[in-house]
Structures are given as C-alpha cells and as structure tokens.
C-alpha cells in the first residue's frame, strides 16, 4: 500500500504515525509535509492546495489511498478530484466540505433540521447588518461566511466593537470574499466541547471528546491562536451530554446532509457548547481538528486505515472503533511571539522516544542538514497517562526535554479540565 497524506501540520504528523502502526502500508508520502515529520513519511513538495500536482502525484506513483486532511483542499473538491482518477479517499468531497466552507450554509442547515444552535441572522450586505446590530443583543458574533484561516470570528462585547468588526469582514474586506456574507449570531456561555467523529455517511462513530485551548496565555488570555493544547477525555462531556449529543446533534447532522444530497464521509467534527439549555453547535469542521488531533489518535486503539477505507466505502460500524481507556495532554511548543510576530531557523533537539509520549511536529524546515523551526506552532508534545493529572505531568517533563530558543508554551494546558474533575 502506498498512501498520500495531504497537509502538512501537526494533525497530519499524527495521522501518519497512526497510519504507520499498520504493516501493509509500505510507504507514506506527506504532501507537503514539513522537515519535522521526515522520518515518518516521504516529504513531497506539494502545497495542499495544488489538487492539480497532488492529483498528478497520485497518479504517477499508483497510490493506493488518500487522506485528505486541511479544510482548504477538501473544500476546493481535492477529494473529487482524485476520486475521478481512481483513487479512494478519505475525507468528504466538495458537496460535503461546505458544511465547515459556509457558516451560512451550516447554520441554515442546522435551522431547517432543529439541530440545536445559536439564533443568527445572515446579512450579504454592510448597511442591512450594521441596521441590525444597532438593537441586537450584545455581546454578539460575527462570523465571516467563508474560511477565514480560523480568524474569521468575532467575539463582540461592544456594540461598537460589532460594528468594527461588520466593516471589516464587509467594507474592508479583511477576509476577502469569505467575507462577502456574513452571520450574526446570538453569544452562548458554558464549556467547550470538540468531538470528532468517523462517519460513513450513514453511521457515526465519535471518537474520545476533546478540549482545545485557543487562547496565548495562561488562563486563556491573550490572543486567539490555532491551539496552545489539549486534553482528552473532556470531563464535561458526560455519558449524558454524549447521548444527548447523538441523539439531537450528530445523528440530525449526518441525516440532514443525506436528506440535501450532501452525503458526507470523513472525519465530522463537532464543536460544542455545553450551555444551560443543553449542548449546542458552535461550528462544524469537515475535518480532524488541529491540535485535537494530536490527543485523539494516540487514544485511539484500532487500525486507523481500516476505519478510514470504512468510511468511504460505507460499511463503517461502532464496533469497528476502539478507544483506551485513558487520558492524554498535548502540550503545544511554539515560537515566542506567536501568534504575532516571531523569528524562525532556530534547531530543534528532540529527547529519545519514551513509552506512552510523542511528538509531533507542526512548524518546521530543514536548514544545513539541520532540522530548524519553521512556524509559529512549532510542535506537540503528547502524553497518555492513565488519569488526566498523569497524561498532564507526563507532556510537560517531556517537553521540558525539547529544546529550541525562543520556544514558548503556556504552562495551564489541562488545568480547567482537572478544576472540572475535582
Ligand atoms: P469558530 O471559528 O466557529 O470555532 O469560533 C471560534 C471560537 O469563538 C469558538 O471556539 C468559541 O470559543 C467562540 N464562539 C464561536 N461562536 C460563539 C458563540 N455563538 N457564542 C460564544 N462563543 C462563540
Ligand atoms: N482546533 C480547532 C480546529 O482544528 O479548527
């Protein structure tokens, strides 16, 4: 078997590891890849968003399987395309990525079928939503329509912060034409909750829910990052928030998609909100979640590969999937100044392999023969311990044996998760 992993971040470093536990795979070509990961997969030098080089690649090197990770391939049809060729893939195409390529398309979803969400308005033009926000409730959340790289939403605790933001996404056009539409939408209160799902597009299987911490700094202040860490199992997602959630979210969810003809196979990705009312959706990801990525896998105690042929060919079942019973903590390194400013080139040592830990790595280049950072996350460390607290101390001593200068990671990563626990 030979099989291309398309992306090049942290998410990927990790599907390929887990990717590797099976035998039959021969070779693993990461397309693009980074410098970190060089040791597992074959570094191919294909942006993820070239589908016509990555359809081309494929082709030429008879590859066997695919696995279509980032959401702008996915969404720009990579999975269609190398379909039309022949070969199988694992991911949703074009029809089914626009659940995670439009907000307007998702929420519209989520009302038509009573999936519980928060109220919104769609706007495609400035006047009209800047008319509105004048007696919207506030705080309010603007969301670009579009893919944003993650930056398109809007926490507004001011009315004139919201108006800031309607100009941006619209006038100014911060977002391009991800911007040109817009959805307003009511703000939700409670804990986060990720939970990533195979699905076949008939049958649903979630993985081990997750905790992401977005923000910079500790106690979750600081700007907005694509991830400082993660936790697993998310302790506020209980055995009945999880029943409530197949019942009234993930089933509706899949359904919905079949119903519009929109048959979606992949990875489903909820993001949720626990709220007083119950739990809600926040966002979909048509995709792995990045560094949800990086605790889930690691936990996950089946072939990979045979889940995700399951899922595309449709004969995915529950039993298919094994989950240990455990905990783990993905402690993010990145470069000091992240997710603003910072220097890169800087060599990176890794310990030795330890049991039960992994690293997987997000930003990096070779420089001189030398593997040097190459991003503002630079890596994950993982650990799987058999309590949170266990997982939580075992990431951090690990990454303590990781070194790069101007390395810089928050030091609460799993921190609300315990509080939560006590
Ligand atoms: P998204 O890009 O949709 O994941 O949004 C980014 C983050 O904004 C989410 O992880 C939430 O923390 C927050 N957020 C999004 N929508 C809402 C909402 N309706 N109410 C409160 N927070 C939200
Ligand atoms: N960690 C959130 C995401 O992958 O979008």
């Known amino acids: 078997m030979n099989i291309i992993v398309v992306g090049g971040g942290?998410?990927?470093?990790?599907?390929?590891?887990?990717?590797?536990?099976?035998?039959?795979?021969?070779?693993?070509?990461?397309?693009?890849?980074?410098?970190?990961?060089a040791q597992d997969a074959e570094l191919v030098a294909i942006g993820a968003k070239d589908i016509d080089a990555i359809v081309k690649f494929a082709t030429d090197n008879k590859i066997d399987f695919a696995v279509v990770a980032?959401?702008?391939?996915?969404?720009?049809?990579?999975?269609?395309?190398l379909e039309a060729v022949g070969v199988p893939c694992f991911g949703p195409n074009k029809a089914a990525a626009i659940i995670e390529g439009s907000k307007v398309f998702s929420k519209n979803l989520m009302k038509k079928y009573g999936i519980p969400t928060a109220t919104y308005e769609v706007f495609t033009?400035?006047?009209?939503?800047?008319?509105?926000?004048?007696?919207?409730?506030?705080?309010?959340?603007?969301?670009?329509?579009?893919?944003?790289?993650?930056k398109g939403v809007v926490i507004a605790m001011t009315r004139e912060e919201a108006v800031d933001a309607i100009k941006a996404a619209m006038e100014d056009k911060v977002f391009?034409?991800?911007?040109?539409?817009?959805v307003v939408e009511e703000f939700l209160e409670g804990p986060e909750v990720s939970v990533l799902s195979f699905t076949?597009?008939?049958?649903?299987?979630?993985?081990?829910?997750?905790?992401?911490?977005?923000?910079?700094?500790?106690?979750?202040?600081?700007?907005?990052?694509?991830?400082m860490?993660?936790?697993?199992?998310?302790?506020?997602?209980?055995?009945?928030?999880?029943?409530e959630c197949m019942e009234k979210i993930f089933l509706p969810t899949v359904n919905a998609m079949n119903t519009e003809g929109r048959s979606f196979k992949g990875c489903l990705y909820f993001g949720l909100m626990i709220t007083k009312d119950g739990p809600k959706v926040i966002e979909y990801n048509c995709r792995f979640g990045d560094p949800e990525t990086q605790v889930v896998l690691p936990l996950l105690e089946c072939d990979l590969l045979s889940v995700m042929k399951a899922c595309r060919d449709g004969n995915l079942t529950e039993d298919m999937i094994k989950i240990k019973n455990a905990s783990a903590?993905?402690?993010?390194?990145?470069?000091?100044?992240?997710?603003?400013?910072?220097?890169?080139?800087?060599?990176?040592?890794?310990?030795?392999?330890?049991?039960?830990?992994?690293?997987?790595?997000?930003?990096?280049?070779?420089?001189?023969?030398?593997?040097?950072?190459?991003?503002?996350r630079v890596l994950g460390v993982t650990a799987i311990g058999d309590t949170l607290e266990d997982a939580i101390k075992e990431a951090y001593a690990y990454s303590d044996k990781v070194s790069f200068e101007n390395a810089y990671r928050r030091s609460d990563i799993g921190k609300r998760a315990l509080a939560a626990l006590k």
């Open 70 to 81: 980032p959401d702008d391939p996915l969404v720009l049809g990579c999975v269609d395309a």
């Open 329 to 376: 903590c993905c402690v993010v390194m990145a470069s000091k100044g992240y997710p603003g400013k910072y220097e890169t080139g800087f060599e990176i040592t890794f310990p030795a392999k330890e049991d039960n830990k992994d690293i997987y790595v997000a930003g990096a280049k070779f420089s001189d023969g030398k593997v040097v950072t190459g991003g503002g």
């Open 10 to 37: 942290g998410r990927e470093h990790a599907i390929i590891k887990k990717l590797k536990e099976n035998k039959s795979i021969e070779k693993i070509y990461a397309l693009p890849g980074n410098a970190g990961m």
């Open 200 to 227: 076949d597009g008939n049958v649903v299987v979630p993985m081990v829910s997750s905790m992401d911490h977005k923000r910079a700094l500790d106690n979750d202040e600081g700007l907005n990052t694509g991830g």
């Open 229 to 243: 860490g993660t936790i697993a199992p998310n302790p506020y997602y209980t055995d009945a928030v999880a029943k």
């Open 125 to 150: 033009d400035a006047a009209s939503a800047l008319e509105y926000i004048k007696t919207a409730p506030i705080p309010t959340v603007i969301k670009a329509d579009g893919l944003a790289l993650g």
């Open 176 to 182: 391009g034409e991800s911007g040109s539409s817009i």
